[in-house]
Every structure is written in structure tokens, then in C-alpha cells.
């Protein structure tokens, strides 16, 4: 194995328009996550002596959602969905003490303003932001933090994950980029550990982009899954169908069984080592069968979302090659490799939705993240 490391320089995503920074040719730079074939990764952090400078004045960060447990793989693996996410800008503030976070915004979907505290020591990308401004030892510097959801409160998609890994990047890269991915990932498990739960499933592929497996929580080692691109011209697509209905994580695992029958967990540790060597062979029917056959938590909380069980069923009958909950739900996520055929088992999944559980719902169909968090504007210093 081999450590996973961060690269210095940090390329400026295209992807996003840069509507009112300035950014020289000279600064244009790129945020690289890198892995030597596979990731190991202890849990212990770094903190610097020396506390460096801001080489920027302001930054603006972005971290993909993503789609944890896939299945049987509960709370260990996961992998980031391309197209969308959260957004930090953050800035260096005379008006916020040293060595402080201020949030001063936050805005986007739903009724993300009015949910959502401004509290740093209570906020996920708060917390993250604080957690990074430890390990660089900065106490002479104050910042402040807008926060842009992208991603829907309570959907499954990671949303509090993806602001946690826009925040942490954020931080480390107005300050240089001292940090490895180990180090960020760290500070966005201490915030998923205070909002949601001590897991890494959707944190780690937020920072890091594509398929991450979590070895060990303690100490802290994860493995990044390479999945073949453009395999015999076929991509991996999700189909990901939002309903409008909230389900909190905290709520959803208390819904969890206490005991496990030894048969059940024999089926869910094959199915999980089908769907990583699926993965690694790009052998798209193989990941949809593994992640639909989850016998342990799929079936505790599908009752709890309404027709979840009709859902599934249309989408399996539209040419889906699986279809589970993504992370707590209640997003569905069916796994195609034709867009246009997606987008029929979307339809599909969302008019059943209405027909089983009265709920209107949304589709899109994304693409794997094989980037994660990065950065996508900045003003030099």
C-alpha cells in the first residue's frame, strides 16, 4: 500500500464560471488528489509548528455529493457523483478574531438558510474549517465563511459531508496547502462525527473524488477504488431520484437491527466483496446486482420511506442493473450506463413514487466525481 498524498498546486476548475474574481494566468493552479495505488492512511493528523501565511485573500472550494453504503456496504464505502454540491468562499477578515471562523452567509436549496446555523462549533463546514485552522496552528488570522448548499438537507446525498470537505480544502488552501488528504479527511470526520455520525464513507470520496473504501475507523485507513473510465465505451451513470421528504441520518440509524442472523451477515460480506471487485473491473451489471442485494439495512429502513419498494421495482423493470437508498436515504439510486435510458428509469422511478408513496419526487443522471473537492476560484494575496 501506499501513502496518499497531497499535491501542492491546485488546478482551478473550468467546470464553474468565475463570474466576479480576478484570477491572473500566473495564479491559475490546480487542486490534484492523488493516490498511489491504493490509500493507507493512519488516523493521526498533522499539526504545524509554524504558522504559515495566507497566500490568498479569498477562495472559492467546491465538494461533489456522494452516494454512501452502496448497498452492503454500510458505512465503508462510498463514492462522489459529479455535477453536484456544496460551494465555500471564504476570505481572510480583520473584522473576525485571530484565529477564528465566522460564518457570515449561507443560502441555497430549500429552506437551507433557515436550518442551518450560522454557530461555527455547530455547523458541518464550521467544524471542518475549525479543525483545519487547528492542525496549520494559525492563530494570528481570522476568516470568514459563506456557505452555498447545493445539496438538499437530509437527502442522502451527503450533503453535510460535502460542505465539511468544501470547507476543510477551502482552509487549507488559502493558507498554501500544507495538508494531506488524510489530514482533511480527519477534520471532515470530526464534523460528521458531531452532525451525523462517526463515518468516513461520505466524507472521504467527497475530498478525494471516485470510489473510497473505509478499512479501519480506528486507526483511520481508507482505500481508493480506481474504476476502469470509459470502459468499452460505456460509462458509469446514477440515476439519482429525490423525493420530497426528509430523512434525518440520526433517525435512520436508530432504525438499525441490533443483532444480525450469521446468515445474513455471510450474504452482505459477499455481495460487498462482489461490488468492490465490480468496481475494480468496471463490470457495471456486477455493481447493480451487489448493491440491490443488501439483507441487513435495506430492509430496516425502506418501511421508512414511503413506496420505496415500488420505486425500486420500476426501476429494475426500466433496465436498471440495481437500485438501492443512497446513504440514509431517501434519495434512490439506480445504477445504467446509457443516459437516455437513465433518464427513463428517473421518469419511472419518480412516477412511481407518486403511485406507491404520494410523494413528488425529482431524477437526474450524473456521473462518477473522480476529482472531489477542489478549488474553483481564488484572489492572490
Known amino acids: 500500500m501506499a501513502i496518499c498524498y497531497h499535491q501542492s498546486s491546485l488546478k482551478l476548475s473550468s ?24 490509500s493507507s492512511v493512519s488516523s493521526s493528523s498533522t499539526t504545524l509548528v509554524t504558522e504559515p501565511e495566507p497566500i490568498f485573500t479569498s477562495v472559492k472550494s467546491f465538494a461533489p455529493a456522494t452516494v454512501a453504503n452502496l448497498g452492503p456496504c454500510f458505512d465503508f464505502l462510498g463514492c462522489a457523483v459529479d455535477g453536484i454540491g456544496d460551494f ?16 457570515s452567509h449561507i443560502d441555497g436549496v430549500g429552506d437551507s438558510s433557515k436550518k442551518l446555523t450560522k454557530d461555527p462549533l455547530l455547523n458541518c463546514a464550521g467544524i471542518a474549517a475549525i479543525a483545519v485552522l487547528k492542525m496549520l496552528n494559525v492563530r494570528s488570522v481570522g476568516l470568514s465563511l459563506s456557505l452555498h448548499k447545493g445539496l438538499p438537507l437530509g437527502s442522502g446525498l451527503g450533503s453535510s459531508a460535502a460542505s465539511a470537505a468544501a470547507a476543510a480544502v477551502a482552509v487549507n488552501e488559502i493558507f498554501g496547502g500544507h495538508l494531506s488528504v488524510s489530514d482533511l ?32 475507523y480506528d486507526p483511520l485507513e481508507f482505500i481508493q477504488l480506481k474504476f476502469p473510465p470509459n470502459l468499452e465505451e460505456k460509462d458509469l451513470l446514477f440515476v439519482l431520484v ?15 437491527p441490533m443483532e444480525i442472523p ?5 450474504w452482505n460480506c459477499s455481495q460487498a466483496g462482489a461490488l468492490v471487485a465490480a468496481v475494480l473491473e468496471g463490470d457495471l451489471k456486477g455493481l447493480g446486482k451487489a448493491l440491490s442485494s443488501d439483507r441487513i439495512v435495506e430492509p430496516r429502513r425502506a418501511p421508512l420511506i ?19 437508498i443512497s446513504g440514509a436515504g431517501p434519495t434512490l ?8 435510458m437513465g ?18 419526487a425529482s431524477a437526474m443522471v450524473k456521473r462518477l466525481d473522480r476529482v472531489g473537492a477542489r478549488l474553483v476560484s481564488c484572489i492572490p494575496g
Do not use: W
Open 333 to 340: 439510486v439506480a445504477v445504467t450506463d446509457d443516459e437516455e
Open 343 to 360: 433518464r427513463e428509469i428517473g421518469d419511472r422511478m419518480v412516477e412511481a413514487f407518486m403511485e406507491y408513496g404520494n410523494l413528488k
Open 242 to 256: 429525490n423525493p420530497e421528504f426528509e430523512a434525518p441520518t440520526k433517525k435512520m440509524r436508530a432504525a438499525l
Open 88 to 103: 465555500v468562499t471564504l476570505r481572510v477578515d480583520p473584522q473576525v478574531h485571530p484565529g477564528h471562523i465566522s460564518i
Open 306 to 324: 414511503p413506496g420505496m419498494e415500488g420505486v425500486k421495482k420500476a426501476a429494475m423493470e426500466a433496465g436498471a442493473f440495481g437500485c438501492t
Open 185 to 216: 479527511v480527519l477534520a471532515g470526520l470530526e464534523s460528521e462525527s458531531k452532525v451525523s455520525g462517526y463515518h468516513a464513507d461520505n466524507v472521504a470520496p467527497a475530498i478525494m473524488g471516485g470510489f473510497v473504501l473505509i478499512r479501519s
Open 15 to 38: 467546470s464553474y464560471p468565475l463570474p466576479n474574481l480576478f484570477i491572473p494566468k500566473s495564479q491559475s493552479q490546480t487542486l490534484t488528489l492523488r493516490c498511489k495505488n491504493l
Open 262 to 266: 450469521m446468515r445474513d451477515h455471510v
